[in-house]
């Protein structure tokens, strides 16, 4: 059975709209995600820091659409492993586990890994939304579309721009 590696943030959670909904609540201005196309999440956010090291930013990020059905069905498939870089903000640990199992329950702790650097994370699938975590992969790529990389283009991927297409590929 073919190991499938599946990114939390921008893949199961909708990290963006998180952002969206807290710029909108801090300074009242709505933000066009068109505007954001080609920009990294701290060019896109003004209160990016603040946000991502803000007590419940991971627990409390909406579910992307389509994905507990999705992940749900891969689960079945492959041996799935939610891969997460959950070290850099102190408190996205617990929080992104706390996360995966309100919203993902048939995921066993054994299912998920928390990393520094994903690099050390192998298997035969990748599916992820930032093209530095697949540059290094030597499996199968595939990109899911997220503002920051939606210019970008690179034949060594797949890209994906919803759980729909994606499990039509896979």
């Not at 963006?16 to 505007?35: R, V, W």
């Not at 007590?55 to 999705?70: E, H, L, Y």
Request: with cysteine.
């Amino acid at each position: 059975m073919e190991q499938l590696l599946v990114d939390m943030d921008g893949v199961l959670a909708d990290v963006y709209a998180q952002f969206l909904h807290l710029e909108f609540m801090e300074t009242g201005i709505k933000q066009d995600i068109e505007s954001l196309y080609g920009k990294t999440e701290p060019e896109a956010f003004a209160h990016y820091e603040q946000n991502v090291l803000s007590k419940n930013f991971f627990r409390t990020a909406p579910v992307m659409p389509g994905s507990m059905d999705g992940l749900k069905y891969l689960n079945s498939k492959y041996k799935v492993r939610v891969v997460s870089a959950a070290m850099e903000f102190p408190d996205s640990l617990i929080e992104k586990h706390d996360w995966l199992q309100e919203f993902f329950p048939f995921i066993s702790w054994k299912q998920i890994v928390f990393c520094g650097d994903k690099a050390a994370v192998r298997g035969d699938v990748m599916i992820d939304d930032h093209p530095k975590n697949l540059n290094f992969f030597p499996g199968r790529k595939i990109l899911f579309t997220q503002p920051h990389n939606i210019l970008l283009s690179n034949n060594a991927w797949e890209r994906v721009d919803n759980w729909k297409q994606l499990l039509k590929i896979l």
